[in-house]
């Protein structure tokens, strides 16, 4: 449906999860990739994996909070591959703790990978997607726009995330950048869903709360990551779009208190 070729594709956090099945279907599609992460094996699997898929990737060590790291992979990929036509920002943290329960550390530590992590990601790479037709998709979440317990933390910089995304679509509209968000909702086999819903009692109650009755998978994402970046989309800039299933609609404020109980009885029991 899409054809990458001769484009390249920057996936900042894809070297797993959602964020590595985007990259992987750039690649797909014909695209050259590259991905960064703090984590020099996971870098390391995620090229290999990428280059096994026919696609030239190449990848950097990087952690989001580190503005000077981050400036250097964008650089070390406009060395590598030339011109960048679409960014994917999707580095993020998250553990489920109620606010009272939440050190300012903790706290911290998510602002830091997902809102600032952001900022450095965006910043660094404006220098080379300053051109019409270049592309920008930042990963968001649900907690951006769905208050949920025990996630005041992710609301707060996730909701940040978005009007980032809003904001630049504003400043940089007129050099031909486009900007938006996209809201996963649950997906199967990724780290935060393995957070979320640890048992498969609750991921089944996951599931049954998605009005279409099914969680995603890591290409459900990746294709409207794909129509983002293409033509396609070429007059949509500013959006925040959920690919949840309908979940959004109906998730219970609530919906994470029998994991917050279960992870307190856990505590007490360890003493």
């Known amino acids: ?16 999860g ?10 797909e599609a014909g695209a050259n990739v590259f991905v960064f992460s703090r984590r020099p094996e996971k870098v390391e699997a995620a090229v290999a994996k990428l280059q096994n898929l026919g696609a030239k990737a190449e990848g950097a060590i990087a952690d989001v909070r580190d503005v000077d790291a981050v400036t250097a992979a964008f650089a070390r990929a406009a060395e590598t591959f030339g011109e960048i036509d679409v960014l994917v920002s999707g580095a993020a943290g998250n553990f489920p703790a ?35 037709g270049a592309s920008i998709v930042n990963i968001s979440a649900p907690q951006a726009v769905v208050a949920m317990t025990g996630q005041v933390h992710v609301c707060a910089a996730k909701a940040g995330v978005d009007m980032i995304t809003k904001t630049l679509a504003l400043e940089w509209g007129e050099e031909g950048i486009r900007i938006n968000s996209v809201i996963p909702g649950p997906i199967d086999g990724t780290e935060g869903m393995s957070r979320l819903a640890p048992t ?3 991921m089944e109650e996951v599931r049954k709360s ?9 290409r459900d994402v990746a294709n409207l990551c794909m129509y983002l970046g293409s033509d396609f989309a070429s007059y949509l800039t500013g959006a925040v779009i959920p690919v949840d299933g309908g979940w959004a609609l109906n998730m219970p404020g609530t919906a994470l208190d029998p994991i917050l109980d279960h992870i307190a009885a856990s505590r007490r029991a360890k003493g």
């Open 98 to 132: 109620r606010a009272n329960d939440l050190s300012s550390n903790g706290f911290r530590a998510v602002m830091e990978i997902d809102l600032l992590g952001t900022h450095h990601v965006m910043t660094a790479a404006y220098q080379h997607l300053r051109k019409p």
């Open 200 to 202: 498969p009692e609750a």
């Open 18 to 27: 959602i964020n590595l099945g985007i990259a992987e279907a750039f690649a």
């Open 1 to 16: 449906m899409f054809d990458y070729a001769g484009k390249t594709v920057f996936v900042a956090g894809g070297t797993s």
């Open 210 to 218: 998605v009005p279409m009755k099914r969680v995603g998978i890591p």
